[in-house]
């Protein structure tokens, strides 16, 4: 893959920041020990360490029958005896094939320049040509900085933040999903940060990528994620005064009926079983 002069991954690294490449930004991982964001420094750890398998991560759904998990009367979809296993990511092993190693090897080049330790790293998943990432939540901000600014990443943009509920049943069932772009390389890839319904907060990333704001919006008004640190955290679908998080798997049904000339489609908690 052809990369701009002096840009590459081969070149000498320059850490400065993507926005203003002739100073030093505030809030980079640079002085992020300083700040309290990533506990007491690891730069004593050997390199070999980052290379250690850590633990796989937990399974992320449950076995489930029927459309939307229904059992008996309340399957509108007739999708009755649809069964779904369960799914847990799998680690991948080296080589990943393609540049994945390459920015692979970036990453952990830059959390040992930056004193992340290895922990911070949970998994890293490859399948369906794309490359995932899953992180400790207690370093997601100084990891999002490092993937950000370091000269061999550069993933400026942030083009899409989401939420995930795998539902009822699962070991932290409540997923950010974070799809980062490399406009300097062309490249994409994914972090992942997985957190349990009854301690469902996670640093926020507005401070990284500033149009993570409605996105994390969106996810705390669907999802009930909190996002520590965000500058306005109000929701941006449901009405302000609205009780509960309508995307997670245990949010009742409910609906209201739908009318047409002559006609009255019930609210689907109404509807009659197909199945």
């Known amino acids: 893959m052809t990369t ?9 690294p320059d850490r400065s920041s993507v926005d203003t490449p002739a100073e030093k930004p505030s809030g ?15 730069s004593d750890l050997p390199a070999q360490a980052l290379h250690r398998p850590s633990a796989p991560v937990t399974t992320t759904g449950v076995e489930r029958h029927g459309m939307f ?8 979809s007739g999708f009755g005896l649809l069964v779904t296993e369960p799914y847990t990511p799998a680690p991948a092993e080296r080589p990943y094939g393609g540049w994945f190693d390459e920015v692979a090897d970036a990453l952990l080049a830059a959390m040992h320049e930056r004193s992340i330790p290895p922990l911070a790293l949970l998994q890293t998943t490859v399948a369906n040509g794309e490359i995932t990432f899953y992180i400790h939540r207690d370093f997601l901000t ?6 950000r600014d370091d000269a ?4 400026e943009l942030a083009s899409s933040i989401s939420g995930v509920d795998y539902g009822e049943g699962v070991a932290k069932r409540l997923h950010v999903v974070y799809e980062l772009t490399s406009m300097t390389y062309r490249r994409r890839i994914r972090l992942e ?6 301690d469902a907060h996670v640093p926020s990333a507005v ?26 955290l109000t929701r941006i679908l449901m ?8 995307q997670r798997k245990d949010y009742p049904l409910g609906g209201i009926p739908v009318e047409y000339k002559g006609a009255e489609i019930a609210a689907p908690d109404q509807r009659r079983s197909y199945s």
């Open 239 to 246: 009405p302000d005064d609205w009780l509960g998080h309508p």
């Open 69 to 76: 998990g229904a059992h008996g009367s309340g399957d509108t």
């Open 142 to 147: 100084v990891m999002l900085w490092a993937v």
């Open 193 to 198: 940060v997985a957190v349990d319904v009854d």
């Open 28 to 42: 980079t991982t640079s002085d992020a020990s300083a700040k309290g964001e990533i506990g007491p420094s690891h």
């Open 4 to 12: 701009p002069s002096g840009t590459g991954p081969a070149a000498q």
């Open 207 to 232: 401070a990284v990528y500033p149009t993570a704001d409605w996105h994390e919006r969106e996810i705390w008004d669907m999802f009930g994620i909190q996002f520590s640190g965000h500058p306005g």
């Open 152 to 155: 061999s990443l550069r993933y």
